[in-house]
């Protein structure tokens, strides 16, 4: 039986992470947006003020997949929530359970730290990660919509709404 492990990223795993990023990007076919760099990913990640966390999957010692993660609040439960930006494995190791130990980790973590629950967002074509999620007991917040501003439209914005001001 191959070892399946789960552990917290350190410094040292920032092109790992980053290498991850790009083939998740590249599954999502959404390669022309990944534009994280090596520095500033490593200032985020490991830098003087964290603003995400990542966890490792090994299969047999060998990284297979990430999850990065970070905190939300829910006003309405009063306390914090774990946002699951990223999870993938790597094609070769689908099916070995890392994906699962992945979420079962960040699961313990939530009720370690108090959280009211962990949650994420996942592309409404992607029937086989949808399926994998429900199966795990997970569910779809069908009342829900995403709302994005990035961009120029961020700039916009923060220079005092749609139109500068």
């Not at 973590?109 to 399926?131: F, G, K, M, S, T």
Request: glycine share 10%.
């Amino acid at each position: 039986m191959t070892t399946l492990s789960v552990r917290a990223a350190v410094p040292d795993d920032i092109d790992l992470i980053l290498g991850f990023i790009r083939a998740l990007a590249d599954y999502e076919q959404l390669s022309h947006e990944a534009r994280a760099d090596r520095d500033v990913l490593a200032r985020h990640l490991f830098g003087e003020r964290p603003m995400a966390e990542v966890l490792v999957a090994e299969l047999a010692g060998a990284p297979v997949g990430f999850a990065l993660f970070f905190h939300n609040f829910s006003t309405f439960e009063g306390r914090p929530g774990i946002y699951l930006e990223d999870l993938f494995v790597a094609p070769e190791a689908r099916g070995a359970g890392a994906g699962k130990a992945l979420l079962v980790r960040l699961a313990q973590l939530a009720i370690e730290r108090d959280c009211a629950r962990l949650e994420w967002a996942v592309l409404d074509w992607n029937q086989p990660a949808i399926d994998f999620y429900h199966a795990l007991g997970a569910r779809s917040m069908e009342d829900w919509t995403v709302n994005r501003v990035d961009g120029e439209a961020l700039t916009r914005l923060a220079s005092g709404g749609p139109n500068g001001g």
